[in-house]
């Protein structure tokens, strides 16, 4: 796993080549602040917490092709992982994400009773994801699937989706 091509490094060369007919250049959506675990799509994008949102959203901002985005709410509140925005009023031609930063969620929506602390994330990422098949085409995937990986292992081998926008 650690000497081949990192699953989060074959998102770019994938958007590139479906995104190549788009006249103005294309987006790629992000579903989580941008960090390790985050498909490789402009330099720095691994910067985590440890700097302020606004440095790590100006990257984001500044980047050229492909641009990337996520989206933001207009009443200047946090961005939350997995929002159905992202989907239904950002609409990138791309979404890009790796399974580090669904599986939590993932799993516990799988409960029989979720606990009440994760409520709300449960419902996003439900709402989240029946837009993203509504909307998406799975184009790639990258790495293993499922629950069947230690997750420290998921540090170096990611699985990695990328969604393309249905036409």
Do not use: C
Request: aromatic share 12%; no cysteine.
């Amino acid at each position: 796993a650690m000497t081949a091509t990192d699953n989060r490094e074959k998102v770019l060369p994938i958007v590139t080549r479906y995104g190549s007919t788009a006249p103005s250049g294309h987006t790629v959506g992000l579903i989580s602040d941008p960090w390790f675990w985050s498909p490789t799509l402009y330099r720095n994008i691994t910067m985590g917490p440890m700097y302020p949102l606004e440095v790590r959203m100006r990257l984001m901002r500044d980047t050229g092709h492909p641009k990337v985005v996520r989206y933001l709410p207009n009443d200047g509140s946090k961005p939350e992982p997995y929002d159905p925005r992202l989907v239904t009023e950002t609409k990138p031609d791309f979404i890009a994400y790796s399974d580090f930063e669904t599986i939590y969620v993932e799993r516990v929506s799988k409960m029989a009773r979720v606990p009440d602390d994760f409520g709300a994330d449960v419902e996003r990422y439900k709402a989240f994801r029946s837009a993203l098949e509504s909307n998406y085409e799975l184009v790639a995937q990258f790495g293993p699937s499922g629950n069947d990986m230690v997750e420290d292992m998921r540090y170096v081998l990611p699985a990695v989706y990328v969604w393309k926008r249905k036409l």
